[in-house]
């Protein structure tokens, strides 16, 4: 059973995704969404949580959510990958459910 | 007109479009303004992310107010303030902000961007300096 983790809070504002990643299982796509994708971005004191979740996790990022912020694809973190709108559907019929973390 | 001139500091502390605190903010500062108090601003925590420059919200069909940020200059706020430490949690340095330009009328002084980043000492001083907080 695999699941799709979607992550719409700032790392800095709320524990969501440190929670996600915790209770995620190996081999789980975790979406970092809306205020979510901050934790995307490279150089930043939530950066260590993130690669940390990549040695178990997909990591993904929503695209239009980034740009929306300002930020180009360029200051991602290694490993990260970037899906538009049609990803985020493929990315949920491709796992069995999706668990939002609020 | 009231003739009483306060400091009035707006805290911002919310990252943008994943809540409405900082278009809250941003309306109520220009209304502050507008009644010719003395508007400070001060961005903290995920405040920061709201002065990031190259915003286009074109792919999530909301609108993009990052443009108005740049005209504060010209409502007559002069005072804008950036926490270090919370840029530097973020990964963020000054070259990532925008930059607000502010002309005095009265002296013609042209100062080409306003925004300053405070260490955390300065930021505790200009709160305890402000006659009224408030908080988004």
């Given at each position: 059973?695999?699941i799709?983790?979607?992550?719409?809070?700032?790392p800095?504002?709320?524990n969501?995704?440190e929670?996600c990643?915790?209770?995620?299982?190996?081999g789980a796509a975790?979406?970092?969404?809306?205020?979510?994708?901050?934790?995307?971005?490279?150089?930043?004191?939530a950066?260590?949580?993130v690669?940390?979740?990549l040695?178990?996790?997909?990591?993904?990022?929503?695209g239009?959510?980034?740009k929306?912020?300002?930020?180009r694809e360029?200051?991602l973190?290694?490993?990260?990958?970037?899906?538009?709108?049609?990803?985020?559907v493929?990315l949920?019929?491709?796992?069995?459910?999706?668990?939002?973390?609020? | 007109m009231?003739e009483?001139?306060?400091?009035?500091?707006?805290l911002?502390?919310?990252?943008?479009?994943?809540?409405i605190?900082?278009?809250?903010?941003l309306?109520?500062?220009?209304i502050?303004?507008?009644?010719?108090?003395?508007?400070?601003?001060?961005f903290?925590?995920?405040?920061v992310?709201?002065l990031?420059?190259?915003?286009d919200t074109?792919?999530?069909?909301?609108?993009?107010?990052?443009?108005?940020y740049?005209t504060?200059?010209?409502?007559?706020?002069?005072?804008?303030y950036v926490?270090?430490?919370?840029?530097?949690?973020?990964?963020?340095?000054?070259?990532?902000?925008v930059?607000i330009a502010?002309?005095d009328?009265?002296t013609?002084?042209e100062?080409?961007?306003?925004?300053?980043?405070v260490?955390?000492a300065?930021?505790?001083e200009?709160m305890?300096?402000?006659?009224?907080v408030f908080?988004?």
């Open positions: 059973m695999s799709l983790h979607t992550v719409n809070k700032s800095f504002e709320r969501s995704l929670s990643l915790k209770y995620a299982s190996s975790v979406l970092l969404i809306e205020d979510g994708v901050y934790a995307a971005v490279a150089g930043t004191s950066e260590p949580l690669k940390s979740g040695g178990k996790v997909s990591v993904y990022v929503l239009p959510d980034l929306a912020r300002g930020f360029d200051r973190i290694e490993g990260i990958q970037v899906v538009d709108y049609a990803g985020f493929d949920a019929t491709e796992h069995d459910k999706v668990q939002a973390w609020l | 009231s009483v001139v306060k400091k009035f500091m707006y911002n502390r919310k990252a943008p479009y994943g809540t605190y900082a278009w809250e903010s309306e109520v500062v220009l502050g303004a507008a009644f010719d108090q003395e508007v400070n601003l001060m903290v925590d995920d405040g992310y709201q990031v420059k190259g915003q074109a792919g999530i069909g909301m609108k993009n107010f990052s443009p108005t740049r504060l200059g010209d409502y007559e706020v002069r005072n804008i926490d270090a430490d919370s840029l530097a949690a973020r990964g963020l340095t000054q070259d990532d902000l930059a502010y002309e009328m009265d013609e002084e100062i080409e961007n306003i925004v300053e980043v260490d955390a300065r930021v505790t200009l305890d300096e402000a006659d009224v908080s988004f």
